[in-house]
């Protein structure tokens, strides 16, 4: 079972930059595709990014496209999600999650371990 530990929330004006990371220990991360998902007060976990096992497929929520970046590097065993021009909007608990099986899902039912989370917040 892999053990996800993020990090990198904070607290960012509007059209601030953020980077989160997520640390991987306890699989071969290369072998997973992995994805991140956000939670905020009162609303269900949401589908944000997801990258492929050799990170040359990447699918991203619409409303972030353009601002968000996923990436990572299989040497580090490290997720990344590099969030600009962030709106109040991307207020959230932020989760990494890996998928096992798959090339990187929309749906969070597909991935097998979650890390515990890290907040953002954007104010205005």
């Known amino acids: 079972q892999a053990q996800l530990v993020e990090s990198g929330g904070g607290l960012a004006q509007a059209g601030g930059s953020l980077r989160l990371s997520c640390a991987v220990s306890?699989?071969?991360?290369?072998?997973?595709?992995m994805g991140w998902f956000r939670q905020a007060p009162g609303k269900e976990r949401e589908f944000v990014a997801a990258i492929s096992w050799s990170g040359g497929s990447t699918y991203y929520k619409d409303s972030v496209k353009g601002r968000f970046t996923i990436s990572r590097d299989n040497n580090k065993n490290t997720l990344y999600l590099q969030m600009n021009s962030l709106k109040p909007e991307d207020t959230a608990v932020y989760y990494c999650a890996a998928d096992y099986y798959g090339l990187g899902s929309v749906l969070a039912l597909a991935y097998e371990a979650w890390g515990q989370g890290t907040q953002v917040t954007v104010s205005s």
């Open positions: 306890g699989r071969t991360f290369s072998n997973d595709a």
